[in-house]
C-alpha cells in the first residue's frame, strides 16, 4: 500500500487551494468472525491518529462528483485491548474522501484509506501461538468510512464517522486470520486559511459524458503457505468492461485468471495431482472520482480444481490513472473476513463509444 500513499503525495503536489491538520479518535469492537480466533475472547480497540488533507477544490473535481473532496495521509496509534496477544499498531495510511452537502455548514462524507501498519505482537509458535491474525511485524492497512461533517467556522471544522477497519498479511504468511473491527470515529480539523465551500453551478444528468470502457490488469502477489519467511508468486490477469451510470459510479463485469504459485506448492507437498490455475467471473461497482476509480466486486470461481476456498470472493481494488489510458494501484482478495492476498497492478483501458 505504500503504492497509494505515493499516489496520493502526487496529487498533493499538483492539487489546487487549501490544506489543513486534523486529530480524532476511535473506539469500536473487534469482529471474532473465525473459531481459531474466539479463545483471545472479546476485546474493543481505541486509537488516536493525526492527518494531513489537501481539499481539490477545482471546477475539474465539482465537475465529477458535485462534492468537495480531500486527499491526505494519516497516522495513528491503535490499541487492540489485548496486549498479551494483540499488542498495538501504527497504522500510516493515505485516503480520498468526498464531502457531500447538505446544508450550508453539514456535509455526507465518505472515506476510502490503504496503507500499512507497524503491529507489535505478530504469532510466533514459542511466544505468541494464541495470535492467529497476524503474523507479520509490517502489515496492509484498508478502511471504508461514512458519516457527517461540520463547518465550524473559516477555521474549524469536526467530523462523525463510522469506519470498518482491516489489517492482515494480505497472505505473505500463515496464520492470517486477520484484524477486522468496526469502530465510531470523532475528529476536529485546523486549516491556516477559509476552505470555500462555496456553490458551484451543477452540470445536468443529461449533459454528462457517461464513460465506456473495456479494462486490462495485470498483477502480482505474494502469498505464503504456513508461517515461513517464504512467499511464493501470485500473478494474474483481469478483463472487465465497464459502463457508466452516474456521476461517480459505474457497473463493471469481466474475467479473472489467477496462476497460484502458492497452491501449486501446497499441491506438491500433499503429493496430489490437480491444477493450480484459478479462472472466475466478477461483477460489482466502480466509484469515479477524478483520477482515482475505488471497485468493489463480488468474484465467483468457474474453474477452481484445487477447491480449499469458498466458492465466492471480495475484490477491493484502488486504482489511480496519472494518464488517460494507464494506471497504477493495488488490490485486496478476500474470502468473507479472511484476506487471501494483496497485489499491485498496472492498468490499461480502452475507451468504447460513449453518450
Not at 484498508?142 to 458519516?147: F, P, R, Y
Request: aromatic letters at 16%.
Amino acid at each position: 500500500m505504500l503504492i497509494l500513499s505515493s499516489l496520493v503525495c502526487s496529487s498533493i503536489l499538483v492539487a489546487q487551494n487549501r490544506h489543513s491538520i486534523e486529530i480524532g479518535g476511535d473506539y469500536g469492537e473487534l469482529i471474532l468472525h473465525s473459531k481459531d480466533i474466539r479463545p483471545i475472547g472479546p476485546s474493543s480497540p481505541y486509537g488516536i491518529g493525526i492527518q494531513y488533507s489537501y481539499w481539490l477544490l477545482k471546477d475539474k473535481s465539482w465537475k465529477y462528483c458535485h462534492c468537495y473532496p480531500r486527499v491526505g495521509v494519516s497516522l495513528n496509534y491503535h490499541n487492540y485491548d489485548n496486549p498479551m496477544v494483540l499488542g498495538y499498531g501504527f497504522p500510516l495510511y493515505g485516503f480520498l474522501e468526498p464531502w457531500y452537502k447538505l446544508s450550508p455548514r453539514l456535509y455526507f462524507t465518505l472515506r476510502g484509506a490503504a496503507g500499512y501498519g507497524w503491529l507489535s505482537k505478530p504469532y510466533d509458535e514459542i511466544t505468541n501461538p494464541m495470535n492467529q491474525s497476524y503474523s507479520l511485524h509490517f502489515t496492509p492497512y484498508i478502511m471504508v468510512g461514512t458519516g457527517l461533517g461540520f463547518k465550524l467556522n473559516e477555521h474549524w471544522r469536526t467530523s462523525v464517522q463510522l469506519r470498518y477497519n482491516h489489517s492482515s498479511n494480505g497472505g505473505q504468511r500463515e496464520p492470517n486470520k486477520g484484524l477486522n473491527y468496526p469502530t465510531a470515529h470523532l475528529s476536529l480539523s485546523y486549516s491556516w486559511k477559509d476552505i470555500s465551500f462555496a456553490a458551484k453551478e451543477k452540470v445536468p444528468r443529461s449533459e454528462l459524458t457517461l464513460k465506456k470502457y473495456l479494462q486490462i490488469s495485470g498483477f502480482i502477489a505474494g502469498k505464503s503457505i504456513d508461517a515461513s519467511h517464504t512467499s511464493y508468486a501470485v500473478p494474474g490477469i483481469e478483463l472487465s468492461y465497464t459502463q457508466q451510470f452516474a456521476r461517480t459510479s459505474a457497473w463493471t463485469a469481466g474475467l479473472e485468471w489467477i496462476n497460484n504459485l502458492a497452491y501449486r506448492k501446497r499441491i506438491e507437498r500433499e503429493g496430489l495431482n490437480v491444477d493450480h490455475n484459478e479462472v472466475s467471473a466478477l461483477a460489482g461497482h466502480r466509484f469515479l472520482l477524478g483520477n482515482f476509480t475505488f471497485s468493489q466486486m463480488i468474484g465467483v470461481y468457474i474453474y477452481d480444481p484445487y477447491d480449499t476456498t469458498p466458492d465466492w470472493y471480495q475484490r477491493y481494488s484502488l486504482t489511480w490513472f496519472p494518464w488517460e489510458q494507464i494506471g497504477i494501484g493495488t488490490s485486496l482478495k478476500a474470502h468473507g473476513h479472511v484476506a487471501e492476498f494483496l497485489d499491485v497492478r498496472i492498468t490499461y483501458r480502452f475507451g468504447l463509444a460513449r453518450k
